[in-house]
């Protein structure tokens, strides 16, 4: 009998390894098919005969959407379950792709942007969906393998998207290359055994501290709090649902993440936003040399993803700790690339800021679910992901303002919001480990 157990326990060990293993193919296909594309947007723009302030406004539609759309989708996630939403955003990210491969016209490709603006969000259900499967003190090693294996996929895309373009019609046969990796990413998702994973998230969710069995299975399936399937009731139950849950993260005290992800989301951005034009102007380096530098920094920060595991283990559990001084380490680099004299003192800095990136990136995820549990994991990831957004759009005007004085300015206005991430760390921490230990005494 006790042989019987152990070889049952082994094989739902397998099944959940096999399912978590899918989840990556999906994240490094879905950022591939988006890497061949992305360099290729504003190429395509000018040949449409846009001028530079249409392409800008352009340009700025997919990050606008993204800023709307990301909350909204991921509570949508969590109330008529993973499986529908993320099949639901790949299909129609691949009908985005699609119309981009037939945009011969600016409307076309204005038209392109809208579904893959409101709908390119399977890599925060798929996060959303491994917060569901694995424990809390599993959780940081397997976000941060998802994070890894999505990065790969980022650095490998370009190669075959430029092959691809210097063939005739090269642009079109990429967006329809991308659409048929997402509805590839479709057909896998579909074909994922979803009774074993409801299986598992009821299973985690009994030996998660905090929460009850119910709340991860419903997040899977899509159940309501109550007993009635959500995708059986009506699109106004469905609405009320997704907004009750947007309020509750919206009423939470978890700005004090969010403002933390938001300094440093600027932060990095001002790091990478003219990256090449400060290589060229501070060390006239030229621009193919800046590129295998940039190709080096983002294989550090993949293989980065897989370092967050066992730095994890090695800071027993203390995210939080781990975050600040993940942070420090960022705010340090950024001195060090601002202040550099030589080539070999930023390469030296991007070789560790890649790094430190990726483990705070990883970080601040995982406190923003352990602060509001699995029942919102998808509303929580979108928050957070809008916020992201919300960097993405003031980051490009504040460098632009900051290049005007110095070809460091961008990474100097880095310095103070990642000192202020640090300042506001420093405060919080703190009244996080009281309500942990209050918590804990709670239970």
């Not at 550090?300 to 994890?312: E, I, K, M, N, Q």
């Not at 283990?313 to 975050?323: E, K, Q, V």
């Amino acid at each position: 009998m006790n042989n019987h157990k152990r070889s049952t326990w082994y094989q739902k060990r397998r099944g959940r390894t096999r399912i978590i293993q899918c989840v990556y193919v999906v994240g490094f296909m879905d950022l591939f098919g988006v890497s061949m594309i992305i360099p290729l947007l504003s190429h395509h723009v000018k040949a449409l005969g846009a001028s530079p302030t249409v392409a800008g406004i352009v340009g700025s539609t997919y990050g606008v959407l993204q800023l709307f759309s990301s909350t909204i989708v991921g509570s949508w996630s969590d109330v008529v379950g993973r499986r529908k939403s993320l099949l639901t955003c790949l299909l129609l990210s691949a009908l985005g792709y699609a119309i981009l491969g037939t945009s011969t016209s600016m409307a076309l490709f204005v038209l392109s942007r809208i579904p893959v603006g409101l709908f390119k969000h399977s890599l925060s259900i798929c996060r959303a969906l491994l917060s569901d499967l694995v424990s809390e003190t599993e959780r940081p090693l397997v976000m941060g393998h998802f994070n890894a294996a999505s990065s790969v996929g980022f650095i490998l895309g370009p190669v075959l998207g430029g092959y691809l373009t210097e063939r005739e019609g090269g642009f079109y046969t990429c967006a329809f290359a991308c659409a048929a990796i997402f509805l590839l990413n479709a057909g896998l998702v579909r074909m994922l055994p979803w009774g074993d994973i409801l299986h598992h998230c009821d299973g985690t969710a009994r030996s998660s501290n905090g929460s009850s069995s119910g709340e991860n299975h419903a997040a899977a399936r899509g159940d309501s709090e109550t007993a009635v399937p959500m995708k059986r009731r009506p699109l106004w139950g469905q609405l009320s649902s997704v907004g009750s849950r947007i309020r509750m993260v919206a009423s939470s005290d978890a700005w004090d993440l969010f403002l933390v992800r938001l300094l440093m989301a600027v932060a990095i951005m001002l790091y990478y936003s003219n990256f090449s034009l400060a290589m060229e102007e501070r060390f006239s380096l030229k621009p193919k040399t800046t590129g295998y530098l940039i190709s080096y920094s983002s294989t550090l920060g993949a293989l980065g993803g897989f370092l967050v595991g066992p730095v994890t283990r090695l800071y027993a559990d203390d995210t939080a700790a781990l975050l600040l001084h993940s942070t420090l380490l960022t705010f340090l680099l950024l001195s060090l690339y601002t202040a550099a004299h030589s080539v070999w003192q930023v390469l030296l800095s991007s070789t560790f800021f890649a790094i430190s990136t990726a483990v705070g990136r990883t970080c601040v995820t995982d406190l923003e679910l352990r602060r509001g549990g699995a029942r919102a994991s998808g509303t929580l990831i979108g928050a957070g992901q809008s916020v992201t957004a919300v960097g993405r759009v003031l980051a490009p005007l504040i460098s632009g303002v900051a290049q005007e004085f110095s070809p460091r300015g961008p990474p100097a206005l880095g310095i103070l919001l990642a000192l202020a991430a640090v300042a506001v760390l420093l405060v919080r921490i703190p009244h996080w480990n009281r309500n942990r230990k209050g918590r804990a005494k709670m239970d």
